[in-house]
């Protein structure tokens, strides 16, 4: 099945620096990646996603990458923002037939921005 | 946007008690839901996934009969953790999925934070 390692599992910037966190999926058919932000307390917030078939995506200060060959994609926050502190997690899923779909999610990574 | 609310955000109880917890997706028809559990500073753990009307595909060992899942509608979803021992505590998470197409994304709700006394 599907494998997906997150790195690193702690993170920390200064205020105003970029983020980058990275993963690594083992399943040649994932087609989705979506990454999630969770606060303490929490579920988690999807904040950006992307598919195969893209190999990069932004919203404002976000964006993700995706290379297919190498399996891997990372999720890149710039201009970094104390509330962006959270633990950040990635997952890949592809279709399993008939709308089925199943997440594998990541280790998680803590990002602390310190101000 | 879309929005899941789970319910309650917390509950201690006594050993042997079960527990209901409730999934609901506030403003589209979820046509599957899914239940995890999250140990504290570890990953999400999908536990099963529901489809409205009919029975659950639970993960390999996950007890069926421990964790008895219900999607009755298309907005709402339970997790009953049944004779709840101190073991069973952690953290569960409900998700939604909007219809069956892999376009649309999964929302999660805040979670219930479950305590065995």
């Known amino acids: 099945g599907e494998n997906v390692e997150q790195h690193p599992s702690t993170l920390s910037v200064q205020e105003g620096d970029s983020a980058v966190i990275k993963c690594t999926y083992s399943d040649s058919a994932s087609n989705y990646f979506p990454w999630y932000k969770q606060e303490l307390g929490k579920g988690p917030q999807l904040i950006i996603d992307?598919?195969?078939?893209?190999g990069e995506k932004k919203d404002q200060r976000i964006a993700v990458t995706l290379n297919k060959t190498a399996k891997h994609f990372s999720l890149h926050i710039t201009e970094t923002q104390p509330e962006d502190s959270a633990v950040y997690f990635c997952a890949a899923s592809k279709s399993l037939g008939q709308g089925a779909q199943k997440l594998v999610f990541g280790q998680g990574t803590r990002l602390t921005i310190n101000p | 946007g879309a929005v899941v609310s789970q319910h309650p955000s917390r509950v201690i109880c006594k050993s042997g008690t079960s527990v209901k917890i409730e999934c609901r997706s506030l403003d589209f028809q979820a046509t599957t839901m899914f239940w995890y559990r999250q140990f504290p500073k570890q990953s999400l753990m999908l536990m099963a996934t529901?489809?409205?009307?009919?029975?659950?595909?639970?993960e390999q060992g996950v007890e069926k009969d421990k964790f008895l899942i219900n999607h009755a509608s298309l907005t709402l979803s339970t997790l009953t953790v049944t004779s709840a021992h101190p073991e069973d505590s952690s953290f569960y998470i409900c998700s939604a999925r909007r219809g069956n197409s892999l376009n649309q994304p999964q929302h999660f709700g805040d979670g219930t934070r479950l305590s065995i006394l």
């Open positions: 992307i598919r195969s078939n893209v």
């Open positions: 529901s489809n409205e009307g009919s029975k659950a595909t639970y």
